[in-house]
Structures are given as C-alpha cells and as structure tokens.
C-alpha cells in the first residue's frame, strides 16, 4: 500500500500543539468544576457533569488516567464490583461476569483496562476537558469556600530546591471535587490550615465501607465536595480494597451533589 501523508513542517507541528494547549488552558483558568485526580470516581464524576451540560476540568498528577483502575487488585489486571455498580459497566459497554454466583451472588469480574479505557472515553465524549501532569500545589479561598486550585507541572516537585523556583498558577472554579483517592490532597490542605481535621481512613472492611463510602459522599467544606476513596480519608471510614463499585457509585452521586449546588 502507497501512502503520503500531509507535508508539514516540525514547526507547524511544534506551533499546533502550544497554540492549542495555550488556548484551551485560557479558556479553562475558571470553570464550573474543577475535579482533582483522575480515577475512577473522578471520572464518573466528571462524565455526567460535563452529559449535563456542566463545564469539567480534571486534573491528574500522573501522565495516566484511571488510578487503580487500570490494574484491578495485585497487579492482576482484573476488577470486581459488587451489585448495583454493573450498571455503569452495563452504561459504558463493558463486558463482564457474575463470579461463583452460587456461593457469592452479585459479584461481577470484569478486564481493567477494558473497562478503564471505556470510562476514559466515555468522559471525554462528554465534553471534559483534562490536564495531566498537573499538580496540586493549593487551594483558592474566597470567603471560607474553596473557589478553585493552585497548580503546578507535576515534576517540578522532583526538582531539587535550588532549581524548582517555578511559581505555580491559579485556576477558578465554581466547586472543587477531592477524586485523589486514599490521599485526599484537595482535603488535606484545608486541614494544613487548621480549617478542618479528617479522621483518616480505617482498615479494610469491604461489605461495610462501600455502602458508608457512597452515604458519605457530600460537601465536606463549603466549595469541595469528596469522592471515592477520599470519602474514607476525610470522615474515617473503613479501606475498601481492589473492589471499584462503590467508586463508580460516589462518582455519580458527587456530580449530583455539584448539580445540586450548581442551581443555588
């Protein structure tokens, strides 16, 4: 097969990328959420914000989307979840099934990286827009409420002190989602601030932390709203471990809580 592709010089191409990039992270330096960490929960959460019309912008320290969702439990790249979270599997097109259903009914097995990668698609056909190798350096306050996150390229953290004088920049946001996982970085700096002071997160206990992960899902300071895994962290709650439903579910009900928020 002959081909020939498009003559194009390096630098149209250098001019492309930075041109794009500068343009959309203009448009993005205030926003109506700004979710932080891109897993499981957060992009659930930012899928169906952005499907209802809400502006999302996540930003994910890692050069990588989907946190430990990629990988399942022990480096086996198998995920479970438990009933009802298969209907975001169902949702997203994600082939699994039910395990040993005559012993243990409702537990569902499926690829991590198929249902990762479909997630990830599915959030950005929603509209999200998402940065990565961005980090977290602070938090905005406007009044007491959390009005967006100070940001820094993530391997600036990596520079010696004597080099690493990058100042970091500010981006607005109308809420703030804490999708970090077991570190709860957005949470932390409040507590850094003595605004706050989390519990931290318990030992594993699945059947239990699940349920209590989604119940606990909510606005925990004016402005920051936690999913996932930083709902353990910030009120105490038990581990749940290499089991995903119950981030899937905190991602959802964190957007309706931001949609919620959003109308008042």
């Not at 502006?55 to 430990?68: A, C, F, P, S, T």
């Not at 198998?78 to 082939?95: F, H, Q």
């Not at 999200?128 to 967006?148: C, F, P, R, W």
């Not at 964190?254 to 008042?264: D, F, H, M, Y």
Request: with cysteine; aromatic share 6%; proline share 3%.
């Amino acid at each position: 097969m002959t081909m020939r592709f498009a003559p194009v010089s390096e630098s149209q191409i250098t001019r492309a990328i930075v041109g794009e990039f500068a343009k959309e992270f203009e448009n993005y330096a205030e926003t109506d959420v700004i979710i932080v960490g891109g897993g499981p929960s957060g992009l659930v959460a930012g899928k169906e914000l952005a499907s209802a019309g809400v502006e999302v912008l996540i930003i994910e320290r890692n050069n990588y989307l989907g946190g430990g969702f990629w990988l399942g439990g022990f480096l086996m790249n198998k995920l479970t979840v438990r009933s009802p979270a298969e209907t975001i599997l169902d949702e997203l097109g994600v082939p699994y099934k039910e395990y040993n259903k005559v012993k243990v009914a409702g537990l569902y097995v499926a690829d991590a990286s198929h249902a990762c990668s479909k997630l990830i698609a599915a959030t950005c056909d929603a509209g999200v827009k998402i940065l990565n190798m961005v980090a977290l350096d602070d938090v905005v306050l406007h009044n007491e409420k959390v009005s967006g996150v100070v940001v820094n390229w993530s391997a600036v953290s990596a520079l010696p002190k004597e080099i690493a004088c990058v100042d970091p920049v500010s981006l607005e946001s109308k809420i703030v989602i804490d999708a970090t996982g077991h570190d709860a970085s957005v949470v932390k700096k409040l507590e850094e601030r003595g605004l706050l002071k989390i519990k931290g997160q318990g030992a594993m206990w699945v059947e239990r932390s699940e349920n209590l992960v989604v119940e606990h899902t909510s606005e925990f300071y004016p402005g920051l709203i936690v999913t996932g895994m930083a709902v353990s962290a910030a009120y105490g709650l038990p581990r749940m471990g290499p089991t995903f439903g119950a981030m899937l579910m905190s991602g959802k009900k964190a957007a309706e809580v931001a949609i919620e928020k959003l109308r008042v």
